[in-house]
């Protein structure tokens, strides 16, 4: 069985570099106007699953369903965790080795999975990803159990905008690698495979190393964010790194657009940020985003990333078509 | 000699698809391999390509044993082959599936590719340059931007030709390259062979159609696996068993 995604092509892009530099900047004084702590928290925690969902998202473009990603994400938080409380490791060293643990484990599972496609490697990953929760259960006398961890020491102490800073940091550089990649050679390859992977065996491209590499770079990043988490909140529990939590991943990336780099973005920001800010309304919040997915699911084949695309890319053409009218 | 199968065989379980086989390819030759539906041709491109391993037997490809390769590692040392199902990447362009089939020549490392060095924009330069030469020559230049699940059948078969010569083959296998074709599809993808072919690059053809069988060298008829029957085209034709297992006994004409 053959595992298919609807790619675009390289040309669908959202917006020019002079954006992401202006959003970059924005960012970079909005703290600056936001008293509130807790919009803060929102948006820190924003920032941590963009990274979460886009390396999700990598190893989507693979061709592969890695239905263990929110499980890295839990081997990062752990292992860095443990090492900072039990170990007394600096933070700055335990994160490191929280993503390299990650990254590790998935280069391992990573090599006898690159065997399998499409369903099977989704039902070996999801029996991975419940072994990992079972292990957190299993070790409660290091991981606290289903109880979770809590006293893990923190990066930057209690306030809020330190760390608003330091994700924002993270986050851009890790998107602006993971971009790189996907934009060239490797990338290629992965969407190569992804389509056809007898074809890319026939040109030379070695299918294992390449999902392996998927697998290993997925991994580090989301082991990257599942470790800098725990230092921000400080208290861990299985709960965020189950089965579920992998799905919330799946359907934000299908909702903002499985083709498109920036659709996990826009997914986390409709149906976690946005919910988030609702909080108010919190009752009908599930209702609302039950209606964002299936809104989605049936109208926009291509996420609404996709959508924004194909409507700039239809101004774009009207644009063209005013101009060399005007021109003649 | 180019390629060597000593002895080739291939049970599925208990299924002889192909059965001690044996044949050879002289660097330049334009070999077919012929034969009914079912014969085993492209079990025979599977084993060669390492698809499938082999039940039985030895693949010797220009001084080196390929019996135990994988499909990247034929393609490596210079195989390139086209498939008669998905012959493409059908969510790129024409363009993005010839420079996505030059993984090999030149080859980058995925550290070049994320620092955008000096080295892999040159590499990708000289990439879309080869493709493009690669395009005009098999004539598809004018859909290079078509994607490749919007063209029209007989364009496919030839991309997936201009795929295949991204490896820098030395030998080339063509699984049916004008399989279900018009007949102007079918001059498109005679033209494109016939270039391919004064480039000095070995091809071995499975076919049906007898226009695409004439140009060959050499034919060699396979008929239950096993070889029944080797030469030019105008005396396998007159083979009384390639006959009889084409037309059936009471129907030799």
């Known amino acids: ?328 | 000699m180019l390629l060597e199968l000593d002895k080739v065989s291939k049970h599925f379980r208990g299924l002889v698809a192909v059965d001690n086989f044996d044949m050879s390819v002289d660097a330049g030759e334009l070999v077919g391999l012929i034969g009914p539906n079912g014969a085993g041709k492209s079990t025979v491109f599977n084993l060669i390509t390492g698809v499938w391993p082999l039940t039985k037997g030895k693949i010797i490809f220009d001084g080196t044993d390929i019996t135990d390769k994988r499909p990247h590692e034929v393609a490596e040392l210079g195989i390139g082959r086209t498939f008669q199902l998905n012959p493409l990447f059908s969510d790129f362009t024409v363009l993005q599936n010839v420079v996505a089939s030059f993984h090999l020549h030149p080859k980058s490392s995925v550290l070049g590719a994320l620092f955008n060095t000096a080295t892999y924009r040159r590499n990708e330069a000289s990439i879309k340059e080869q493709s493009l030469e690669i395009l005009n020559l098999l004539g598809l230049d004018k859909v290079k931007d078509e994607f490749g699940k919007h063209l029209p059948h007989g364009h496919r078969l030839v991309l997936g030709i201009a795929r295949a010569l991204a490896v820098k083959p030395k030998l080339l296998l063509l699984d049916e390259p004008t399989r279900g074709m018009s007949l102007e599809e079918i001059d498109l993808a005679l033209g494109a062979i016939e270039r391919v072919c004064q480039q000095g690059v070995t091809i071995v053809l499975v076919e049906h159609n007898m226009e695409v069988i004439d140009f060959c060298d050499r034919v060699v008829v396979i008929n239950f696996g096993r070889k029944i029957a080797e030469g030019s085209v105008d005396r396998v034709r007159k083979n009384e068993e390639v006959i009889k297992a084409y037309l059936g006994d009471s129907n030799a004409d």
């Not at chain 1, 600056?32 to 820190?44: A, G, Q, R, T, V």
């Not at chain 1, 921000?232 to 919330?248: E, L, Q």
Request: glycine share 10%.
């Open chain 1, 1 to 328: 069985m053959k595992w298919k995604l609807p790619y675009l092509s390289n040309k669908g892009k959202i917006a020019k570099p002079g954006f992401w530099v202006g959003l970059l900047i924005i960012l970079a004084v909005l703290p600056l106007f936001i008293k509130s702590p807790y919009l803060i928290h929102i948006i820190n925690m924003t920032f941590i699953y963009i990274l979460v969902t886009v390396s999700f998202r990598t190893i989507l473009t693979s061709g592969q369903l890695p239905l263990a990603h929110a499980g890295f994400m839990g081997i990062g938080a752990y292992i860095s965790a443990i090492a900072a409380k039990t170990f007394g490791v600096s933070p700055w060293l335990s994160i490191p080795l929280g993503a390299l643990v990650a990254m590790g484990v998935g280069i391992l599972i990573g090599y006898p999975f690159a065997r399998l496609r499409a369903v099977y490697y989704a039902m070996i990953s999801l029996f991975f990803g419940m072994l990992i929760i079972s292990g957190v259960k299993a070790f409660a006398k290091w991981t606290g159990g289903a109880a979770g961890l809590t006293g893990i020491p923190p990066l930057f102490g209690f306030n809020k905008v330190p760390y608003y800073y330091f994700f924002l940091g993270l986050t851009a550089v890790s998107l602006l690698i993971l971009y790189r990649l996907e934009s060239s050679r490797p990338g290629l390859n992965w969407k190569a495979i992804a389509q056809s992977y007898m074809v890319a065996a026939s040109v030379g491209i070695n299918e294992a190393r390449y999902r392996i590499i998927a697998s290993a770079i997925g991994c580090l990043f989301a082991g990257i964010a599942g470790a800098t988490y725990a230092h921000y909140s400080t208290v861990v529990g299985p709960t965020s790194f189950s089965f579920m939590a992998t799905i919330m991943l799946l359907i934000y990336v299908v909702v903002g657009g499985v083709g498109n780099f920036t659709g996990p973005i826009v997914g986390i920001f409709l149906l976690m940020t946005v919910p988030e800010l609702l909080r108010g309304f919190r009752e009908y919040v599930p209702y609302i985003s039950a209606a964002i997915v299936l809104i989605v699911v049936f109208l926009m084949p291509k996420g609404v990333a996709g959508l924004v695309n194909s409507f700039l890319s239809w101004l774009a053409e009207l644009w063209k078509k005013r101009r060399t009218r005007d021109a003649s």
